[in-house]
Structures are given as C-alpha cells and as structure tokens.
C-alpha cells in the first residue's frame, strides 16, 4: 500500500465564486481526480463558506466514489452539518476569518470541550475523527487522549523552509514530522500529513515511515492551470510513488 493522495479542491470553488458563475464545478473537479488516480477528495466548509459550500458538500457526499474527507471547525453548526452528511472523514481544522488559509494547527488543549463533543458525534454515527495538528508531542497525546482517529500533521512550516539556503530549517522540521508520527503510530493513530505540499516537496513526507495520507490543494490546482488538472493529479501521483515508504 503506497501513500493516500486526497486532492482539496476548494480552489476549483475559489474561481468559480469569483464571478458567480456555476463552472468550474467542484464536483466536476472531484471526478476528475478521482479518474486520474486520487484516493480521496477533501473539501473544507468554512464559516464564510468561501469557497466549498453546503451544497457543494451534499453533492460530493452523493456522488464521489473514493474517500471524502470534510475539513472543518468544531463548531456547532458544522457538527450538524457533518451529522447530516456523514462524511467518510472529518478533519477538524482551526478557524480564524481573517486568515487566508488554515494557519497553524488546531489548539486542541484550548478547543477540548468542542472537539471531545465532535468526536463523540463521530464515533456515534461512524465518521472518522482526523485532527490537524502542529507536529509536537503534547498535541498528539492530547489527539490519542480525545478518541481521535486520525492525525493530519501541518506541514506549512517544513515547506516554508523548502528552499535554497534553508537546509538546516528544513531538516529541523523534517525531524519534528518524523518524531510526531513515531509517536502518533506508538499511541495507534493513523497519520496523514498536509498543508503547502507540491510535487517538489512532498517526497521527504512521504519517505517517513507511518504516513499514510496526504491532502493537498493549492500546487495542484495552481498545477492544473498549466498542465490539466488530470495530468497535474498524475504528476503528483508519480511524485509521491517514488518516493513513498512502504513501511
Ligand atoms: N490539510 C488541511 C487540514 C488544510 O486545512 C489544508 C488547506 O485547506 C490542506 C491540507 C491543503 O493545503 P494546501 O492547499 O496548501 O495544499
């Protein structure tokens, strides 16, 4: 079994709210990623419903075939809404509206009572509960000790360092991802990874032992502007294939 791709395809939502218009369509989006070799699809609903939104998330429930991931806060409202459809996953993300994307993992010690409620909701009506977490050992304890299912370890601060003259940065932060799924597969989590991944970078996270899954949007999408969103997806997915451990 090589590495989980899940593709999040809010940015197909981003242009298509930009002038109004039905097209391009997620959903169209979502097939098309899945015929290209995807293993899941990811949406993210947020309060401002930015780009995904409700009906989006009822029509991806309804049609896709691989995995459906739903990114979310641990809000009231999303509970429902993640009750109501039912997603395969629920990645419970931070939230902040001034943020351009998700920055930053959740605070899980901060939200306890919010994501104690959402798991609880999960494990009732058989949704896995993902946390997208900072790689530091007190968050993945607090993820086993919640009941979560899942760890989505945040790469963003690993691919800041990505580039020419940040090695020692990026082996820093390479290191904290390794030592964060070690634990987390200790504890019996499975462990995904994402945020910023491209299909330059993305090797070294899947070469670590443990990580199962990555989610990743805004390369492959930026990708598909030039290349097709099919060829884009099986860019990333030979990316990855050479890379991935078996482990
Ligand atoms: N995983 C999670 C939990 C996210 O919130 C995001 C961004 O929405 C991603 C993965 C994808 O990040 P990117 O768009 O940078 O690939």
Redesign the pocket.
Same mark, same amino acid.
Not at 194 to 197: A, F, I, P, S, V
């Given at each position: 079994m090589s590495v989980r791709l899940h593709i999040?395809i809010?940015h197909v939502a981003t242009v298509r709210n930009a002038r109004g218009t039905k097209y391009p369509d997620p959903l169209y989006a979502a097939h098309v990623c899945e015929a290209a070799g995807a293993d899941g699809i =990811?949406a993210?609903l947020r309060e401002d419903r930015r780009h995904i939104r409700d009906d989006d998330v009822e029509r991806l429930r309804a049609s896709i075939t691989s995995h459906f991931n739903l990114?979310c806060a641990a809000t009231d409202e999303m509970r429902a809404i993640a009750e109501r459809v039912v997603p395969d996953t629920v990645?419970l993300?931070p939230e902040r509206r001034q943020e351009r994307? =998700?920055e930053g993992g959740l605070d899980v010690a901060g939200q306890r009572q919010a994501v104690e409620t959402f798991i609880a909701m999960c494990k009732r009506v058989g949704i896995r509960a993902s946390l997208?977490i900072a790689p530091d050992d007190v968050s993945v304890q607090l993820s086993h000790a919640l009941g979560a299912d899942q760890i989505?370890l945040h790469t963003g601060e690993y691919c800041h360092a990505f580039e020419p003259g940040k090695a020692a940065q990026r082996d820093k932060e390479l290191a904290r991802l390794v030592r964060a799924t070690e634990l987390a597969r200790s504890l019996g989590l499975e462990v995904a990874a994402?945020?910023?991944?491209t299909r330059h970078n993305v090797g070294p996270v899947v070469a670590i032992p443990g990580v199962a899954e990555v989610?990743?949007?805004?390369?492959v999408i930026a990708d598909a502007v030039f290349l097709g969103l099919s060829e884009a997806v099986q860019k990333l997915r030979a990316a990855i294939e050479r890379h991935a451990s078996r482990a």
């Open positions: 999040n809010d =990811t993210h990114e990645t993300v994307t =998700t997208f989505e994402g945020h910023g991944l989610n990743i949007g805004h390369s």
